[in-house]
Nanobody, 125 residues
């Protein structure tokens, strides 16, 4: 699976951004999709994930209530709507895909099979 993320940028605190990740190469609906982020000097951390059909979503506590993950299987695209952005949300955001079904490993970067390039999100105070 090839993943192409887009939509990052510079935004003021309290603002919104929507990230997109377009997938190609395999049957998109066979994969769990997710978003991770990595700030300079920090480990890559889980942000959100969505199941194959979109019926189940998972969020890190730090973004719950502010971010929404969704997917359009007809367009082979996953989205991350980010509202009420904070300076601490500043990071490179990566989309990822996994074929595994063990939800316990979903929260770890090592539990994902395919990665897109990062898209930078910078939130100014």
């Amino acid at each position: 699976v090839q993943l192409q993320a887009s939509g990052g940028g510079l935004v003021q605190a309290g603002g919104s951004l929507r990230l997109s990740c377009a997938a190609s190469g395999r049957t998109f609906s066979n994969y769990f999709m997710g978003w991770f982020r990595q700030a300079p000097g920090k480990e890559r951390e889980f942000v959100a994930a969505i199941s194959w059909s979109g019926g189940s979503t998972y969020y890190a506590d730090s973004v719950k209530g502010r971010f929404t993950i969704s997917r359009d299987n007809a367009k082979n695209t996953v989205y991350l709507q980010m509202n009420s952005l904070k300076p601490e949300d500043t990071a490179a955001y990566y989309c990822a895909a996994r074929g595994g079904r063990n939800v316990a490993t979903m929260y770890l970067a090592a539990g994902w099979d395919y990665w897109g390039q990062g898209t930078q999100v910078t939130v100014s105070s």
